[in-house]
């Protein structure tokens, strides 16, 4: 047992943290660090400057363009984003559908995707859930009729993540209605661009456009955009369901986002005493490190195991993670007192230079706060991961 | 002992329901917050005439000299309803000119709906602690000169006259020294920067630029404001207890409404045992979260500053915590619906997220609490 | 809304303490103080006390000698009792067996066992849990076989509290085995000393006789001792298990167990100065402290609405009352830190005047921490409890 | 980095457990528990053969030099097979003579099995203080003079020597002026009062009258073993995380065995959706509590202070709330058996529970961990 980076794993990581510093916009950097939503380009701009350098896919075998790291490697590099602050790759192509394609996918989707992906060149958004399809997703109505070499798709999807800006979705469709509910599925590549969709916002209780509904009328999708065969759409869904989870923790986030925490309630003074020095203030966010410390020796455990599934464990690493990052929010707030009423929707959005209240690094937490609440939901809520591990781990 | 509401108190709690009901749903609200000045006159006038604005007020001054409990009824009615008029905040400064004694026509306004109130009391540095002042009144001719910046005034730009904490004597954090003014709003040298809440309401920074006022803007006595703020926070204490029992009330409700009719795997998601349980404890945080509102308002006109303080910390300490849980797990069990923008859930669930942050959150009032003499052995 | 005691009530406060003043031995008094368990003899003992004032039976009709109190008087009572530490006026005999006899008994049980019971002058046992029955209690198995007037009854019952000491048990039994499980199901009274009685100790994790296994080999039991008819059994057990659970709460023992950790925790110092002044240590109590006042208030809110029987609500009730005293009795040891380790039999069991370490308060508490535990799990357990919740009052 | 145990030491957790297996069963267990010495010399005996007592100790006095990795292996199968005999005790008290450096014969008995140690430190008024001693050291001849009264020394009565701290200098809680000294069990003036604790193990009341002990028992230097305690206290924490964590394991692994099989309403009560999230839950905690407990271990010897004291408070609070969450629901969902002296789970519940006070609770290194330089943003 030896629980510290090889000297391998150091020299990795202080090209990681040279690399940072020298390509990541101090723009970019500022709005994330200072939770200011980010902007389509935003994303793909980040996206671009980590494909040039070959790493915007670092879980992908080297044939696809990944960079060929360890587990460890891949470990510290999404740490060192995290604690950077650099815009999130989106998963929704690097992590999501890539896999899957790779694993199923015809060698013409293969060349003509990939590499678009690696280079963030389509913006791919998820459709899997439906009104009546949330934790049990393969009740999904979204109904695809082959005609020909097409296939005519009708129904709706919804929670559907920045799908505004998306140039493809992949999809579950149901190609057959008259067999068990996971057995009728198909995992469909779509054209955003085609007519008969339309994109309608959510906005979240933050006043943030960040999911949509997405509505199909009479949508036709060439049938070479069908991944694998008909009707084994469910068994790619659960593929890629276990599939590339470890980042899943978000312990580099949550790092930064702690660091920020303490900063915060350093300058932020209780009867004339930074706050961090308050012995019940200190002790919840002494409360958070120590969970996020353990939460970080559990991820290198699961990591260093099972290099590129890490299997039901994954649901505790969601579990806690998604917590971890809720309470930081939640501590955040707590700092700011009453100062955490202001809403600046032109600040959150970047239509502001400066916040109403004058107070830059505050005035987007208590948003930040409503918004991380999604993070227990989604992804699988962490009921259904509570219901994963009692039954896969446990044997319940 | 008797834990029932007299039967005037259900008929104007009955009242205000029906109007908020009728003339005030879910939309008409959302119209409200997001036009703007984040307000309705008409909303306020209808108020006017349901009693609402003369029922805090003595009956002295017009008012019905509606007392804590009769406030309870009210408020958890504002609470269920997520109505955003200045309610709070002018029955909160009215109580402020109640305890002054020398504010009579300021207040008949206020029975009678023509004058909204707001209370300028925290400033940038304050956080939960009132006495922590840097605004200062200075001695003025006649009367007082007051400079300095208030923070998050509730409804500031929507009030016709401000009550306001500053410092005429002593240091930054002392008790001593602490002068309260009431201020029309549109005395020179005031400005006030308008903003939304996140839960869908308006506040304001409000700057004081050499602000004149006549020696009658004095509340009480010069530079002994500070019972008087003690225990006019203590009565925002019990307002905003009020209004989050009816807001956890509405949101539990439709969370169980939520998890009766959504269905999942073939059957109503209310039947999973692990969500009935946490269901379950949503109701034990209710109810004693309900049993701490109603004790707040019966014991805050209970004579004793220690025994109010004691009282009024634990219930906000209590609600707080049932707040939080029934808030935050009503947004779990709603799914991605509670995280939308579409359901009142959400706004609920924001609301308690800032009462929580208003005049005190947990640990404030925990540390408050620990304080005071009643809690030794 | 008027949440004070009236005038009246204040009154008989008065009369409750002066006469706990000048009756309670002191004795007594300092066991439950100190937390020393309590012989057969001092529980008869406190019991008669009350008995000769008339006030051993609280929710008891006058006609059968209760004292005709309110139910705020009762609540007035049992807190005064809680607080000034007198002895439990044990449950089984006064609260569970009696309000079943004055429903559904013969004149002739009405007559024999109420004004014993009043009098302590049996000690009764509820024979209702079997190993395969606990929170599933209409799956016993306990089999009672009618042969001409008597029933012979062989089985087992578990977790039998205090049978060591009892003269009588109330016992449920299948009549029948052949219909629905709850439909077959008699209530006796047994006899402890009827031959083909075996009690066997389980001692706890505290090493404390408390409870037992009963076994029953041809028991033979009188026919007259059914209570009301065969078979109905269940109902009577239900209409006992929503009868007179005010006191489930225990808010007066928990006001006294407070007042105890708080003394503790100022006369227990850390850094030099009492525990009680340390902020996290303070606000862990304040969280207590302040749960209970809502409680209280729950509790009379439950009682002056519903004086008999307070329903569903008392599973509230039964909840946050046990888990408060588990907290409470949790800080204790934490005040002690490793002086919560010695564990002193002897002193406990009252058989030693002091304890090893010389610190009579604190040598219990640990035991007691132990001891505690329980109490979320029998009555009806705390899941029990919240499935009661959910199905009668949630209507899930 | 490699979170694997080497061949080696699965070698000797494998054999330990085996011995305990078949040699220490829970009925052995409780009849040594119950016997007048609480331990057994026949299981040192055999732990002395199986290398355990060498394991600690350093190469050049016939040990393994152990480093906290192996302790973990074999504290762990001590926690889940419930030991009692003084081998936590002991090895602690091995550290000291480690970090002293010229305690050589008395090292060369414990790794042969022949001295078994007690660490006596504690006192009445200290809680979790070890620098807050009344005991005094004088000087005395060539020698000390020892005068003070240890409480709840951990295997007291059981020991050949003593670890004891005293005050050589400074006031009863100044870190400077504490001295430490290695003190035979049967030196004149020693009493040693014998008792059992509630996780069935011993300690005792230690008093010193007038002590006599010579020079060369003094470990390190006079008046300067602050360090030394610090660092011996922060091993000590290592030793009870990895036992705890084999005491969670042994009990969460007979609570899945309980639920599986307990059957209620005709079906395992393991099949409740309620208590299988709760189990979920405990399975969290026990990983969390797993990776803390193997990061104190590999960390205790990284040769930083600061770094070190971080760790092992953040290993103490994490396993502590594991700890009991763990220990609490165990009991509960074992229902009625939870709370008997008859199944393994109750002792496992006690011994997480004394575990917990033993070397500072949550709170206690909750506030080292803050106060930590490490801990500043």
Redesign the interface.
């Known amino acids: 047992m030896d629980l510290s980076y090889t000297a391998a794993d150091l020299a990795f990581r202080d090209k990681v943290r040279a690399f940072l510093a020298a390509n990541l916009p101090p723009d970019l950097q500022k709005k994330v660090r200072n939770h200011v939503r980010l902007t389509r380009n935003d994303y793909v701009r980040w996206h671009q400057i980590a494909a040039r350098q070959g790493w915007s896919a670092p879980g992908w075998p080297v044939e696809h363009g990944g960079p060929g790291w360890t587990p460890t490697q891949r470990h510290i590099w999404e740490e060192e984003c995290g604690r950077a602050g650099t815009p999130q790759i989106l998963p929704f192509g690097v992590n999501m559908v890539a896999p899957v394609i790779m694993a199923f996918g015809s060698a013409a989707q293969k060349a003509h995707y990939l590499p678009r992906i690696l280079n963030c060149e389509d913006w791919w958004c998820q459709g899997y859930s439906e009104p009546g399809a949330g934790s049990d997703l393969a009740s999904l109505k979204t109904r695809a009729v082959r005609v020909n070499d097409v296939y005519i798709v009708n129904g709706q999807k919804t929670w559907t993540t920045l799908a505004q800006h998306a140039d493809m979705m992949f999809c579950l469709v149901r190609t057959d209605p008259d067999v068990r509910k996971q057995e009728g599925i198909s995992f469909l590549l779509i054209d955003m661009t085609s007519p008969g969709i339309t994109v309608r916002p959510i906005l979240t209780l933050d006043e943030e456009h960040e999911v949509n509904e997405v509505f199909f009328e009479n949508v036709r999708v060439p049938a070479i955009n069908l991944v694998g065969q008909e009707n084994k759409g469910w068994t790619y869904a659960k593929y890629l369901l276990g599939h590339e989870r470890t980042g899943i923790a978000g312990v580099g986030r949550s790092k930064r986002e702690l660091a920020f925490l303490k900063k915060l309630a350093n300058e932020h003074s209780k009867h004339g005493k930074p706050l961090l020095q308050d012995p019940l203030f200190a002790t919840k966010v002494a409360n958070v490190e120590i969970e996020l410390m353990a939460l970080e020796t559990t991820v290198l455990r699961v990591i260093t195991r099972n290099a590129h599934s890490p299997g039901p464990e994954a649901s505790l690493l969601k579990i806690r993670g998604t917590e971890i990052q809720q309470w930081i929010t939640e501590l955040m707030i707590e700092v700011l007192g009453p100062n955490a009423l202001p809403f600046d929707l032109a600040y959150l959005d970047g239509d502001s230079e400066h916040a109403v209240t004058g107070d830059d690094a505050g005035a987007p937490l208590a948003a930040n706060y409503l918004n991380m609440r999604k993070t227990s939901i989604y992804g699988g809520s962490n009921e259904i991961q509570k219901n994963i591990i009692a039954q896969m781990i446990l044997g319940l | 002992?008797?834990?029932?509401?007299?039967q005037e108190q259900q008929q104007y709690g009955d009242a205000l329901r029906r109007w908020i009901d009728k003339d005030y749903t879910f939309e008409t609200r959302q119209r409200i917050v997001h036009s703007s000045t984040g307000v309705s006159g008409a909303a306020w006038q209808a108020l006017t005439e349901l009693g609402m604005t003369a029922l805090p007020v003595p009956s002295g001054q017009g008012g019905f000299d509606g007392d804590a409990?009769d406030m309870l009824v009210v408020m958890q009615e504002f609470g269920r309803g997520l109505v955003v008029e200045p309610y709070f905040a002018t029955a909160w400064g009215a109580y402020f000119l109640k305890l002054a004694g020398n504010q009579y026509h300021l207040l008949q306004d206020v029975a009678e709906g023509r004058a909204k109130l707001a209370c300028a009391l925290?400033e940038?540095?304050s956080?939960?602690?009132l006495a922590d002042i840097k605004t200062l009144a200075a001695v003025n001719g006649e009367g007082y000169r007051i400079d300095g910046t208030k923070?998050?005034v509730l409804h500031g730009a929507q009030a016709d006259a401000l009550v306001v904490s500053a410092r005429s004597a002593g240091g930054?954090?002392d008790v001593n020294g602490i002068s309260l003014f009431v201020v029309p709003t549109d005395t020179p040298g005031l400005t006030i920067?308008d903003?939304?809440?996140?839960?869908g309401r308006r506040?304001a920074?409000v700057q004081f630029s050499h602000v004149a006022v006549p020696a009658s803007a004095l509340l009480g006595r010069l530079g002994a404001g500070c019972d008087m703020l003690d225990e006019a926070a203590d009565y925002g204490v019990t307002l905003l207890c009020s209004e989050a029992l009816g807001v956890m009330d509405a949101l539990f409700s439709s969370t169980?409404d939520y998890?009766?009719t959504r269905?999942?795997?073939?059957v109503p998601?209310?039947?999973?045992?692990?969500?009935?349980?946490r269901?379950?404890?949503m109701?034990?945080h209710l109810?004693?979260?309900?049993?701490?509102a109603?004790?707040a308002?019966?014991?805050m006109s209970c004579g004793d500053p220690g025994e109010r303080r004691r009282i009024m910390s634990?219930a906000k300490?209590?609600v707080g915590q049932a707040a939080r849980f029934i808030g935050?797990e009503a947004?779990?069990l709603h799914?991605?619906m509670?995280?939308?923008?579409?359901l009142p859930a959400?706004?609920h669930?924001?609301r308690l997220?800032?009462i929580e942050?208003?005049l005190g959150?947990i640990?404030h009032h925990?540390?408050r609490?620990?304080a005071q003499k009643l809690?030794?052995?």
Chains 1, 3 share one sequence.
């Open positions: 002992m008797d834990f029932n509401f007299t409990i925290g940038k540095h956080r939960y602690d923070t998050v930054q954090r920067r903003y939304r809440t996140l839960d506040a920074t169980l998890v009766k269905q999942q795997f073939g998601i209310g039947s999973f045992q692990a969500l009935q349980h269901l379950a404890d109701y034990i109810e004693q979260a309900r049993s701490m109603m004790l308002a019966a014991r634990a300490v209590r935050q947004v779990q799914g991605g509670g995280v939308t923008d579409e959400s706004h669930f924001k997220a800032m942050r208003t959150d640990d925990l540390e609490y620990t809690f030794q052995p």
